[in-house]
């Protein structure tokens, strides 16, 4: 499905472009004492004229036809850009931590590493994680590794999520 770039996006955002609007689709994870698990998942990325963009990501418990049947967790935050590759995400989590990202965006290839962690008392013990987006066949993939003060770092949740009509 195409996508139009916004006339009034901040030019250091055109590497980004490609992830503005909805995405819906499903995804699978891994985490020791959980197991595997599938999950749904939908994505929004919204600008409104500013440098940054606005990312919203929920993840739901889906029943055996697809349908999403209570919610799982989500994150929020904003993606920035300096208009030569190098970025940085902010992201809050519902389960008291928040993270920043540092990477680089090459293409439809985004890249980020986990600078920095902070834990609300009795969060979930989140230390760090890497991440990969990609625009695969007009898709977005992605993947989520994550480390805790228990597990060392290792895949967590990937999805291929498709974009949805506006």
């Known amino acids: 499905?195409?996508?139009?770039?916004?006339?009034?996006?901040?030019?250091?955002?055109?590497?980004?472009?490609?992830?503005?609007?909805?995405?819906?689709?499903?995804?699978?994870?891994?985490?020791?004492?959980?197991?595997?698990?599938?999950?749904?998942?939908?994505?929004?990325?919204?600008?409104n004229g500013g440098d940054y963009l606005h990312y919203l990501s929920q993840t739901f418990e889906v029943d055996d036809a697809g349908k999403a049947v209570r919610p799982l967790s989500m994150e929020t935050g904003f993606w920035r850009a300096s208009g030569d590759g190098e970025l940085d995400l902010v992201l809050a989590h519902p389960e008291g931590y928040a993270e920043i990202w540092y990477g680089k965006s090459d293409g439809a290839k985004i890249e980020l590493t986990t600078d920095a962690v902070m834990r609300t008392k009795g969060a979930e013990p989140v230390t760090g994680g890497q991440r990969l987006y990609g625009n695969v066949e007009g898709d977005l993939l992605w993947t989520w590794d994550r480390a805790t003060t228990e597990v060392p770092l290792q895949a967590f949740m990937w999805a291929r999520l498709q974009r949805a009509a506006a």
């Open 1 to 47: 499905m195409a996508f139009e770039i916004p006339d009034d996006l901040n030019p250091n955002l055109l590497g980004l472009a490609w992830m503005l609007g909805r995405w819906e689709g499903s995804g699978k994870g891994t985490w020791p004492g959980v197991g595997e698990f599938d999950y749904g998942q939908q994505v929004d990325v919204t600008h």
